[in-house]
């Protein structure tokens, strides 16, 4: 079993999805530093998705620096992911603008979406 769950979406490639989730995993704490990663064999059979596309996120997340490839042992969490403001934004800014947006069209304020994310973090933080 994965440590981490994909949400099948359609219209979404599930490269994305995978990635996404295995970000949300290690946010969560359900990833580690250091721990090993499943194979793109194992990923691809786990999931039922090809192995062209579990190595294309597995590719994303090494060269985001969440996952490294150590020869002869395997891929592995990363001890430490730091990144730049400037990083982290790049990150940031399509979500939270995709967020901004739905919020608005189904007409929540901003406090009742603050509100959201603040229950949602603090479910992130168990």
Request: hydrophobic residues 40%.
């Amino acid at each position: 079993m994965l440590p981490f769950e994909v949400q099948h979406q359609p219209g979404k490639p599930v490269s994305e999805q995978l990635v996404y989730a295995v970000k949300k995993a290690v946010a969560q704490g359900r990833l580690l530093p250091g721990d090993a990663f499943p194979s793109v064999r194992a990923l691809s059979r786990e999931l039922r998705i090809n192995p062209n596309t579990a190595q294309k996120a597995v590719t994303q997340l090494t060269q985001a620096g969440i996952l490294e490839i150590e020869p002869g042992i395997g891929t592995r969490v990363r001890a430490q992911v730091k990144l730049s403001a400037g990083e982290t934004a790049a990150i940031l800014d399509e979500p939270v603008e995709t967020l901004a947006i739905e919020a608005k069209r189904l007409g929540l304020t901003l406090e009742q979406l603050e509100a959201r994310l603040r229950k949602t973090w603090k479910n992130l933080n168990p």
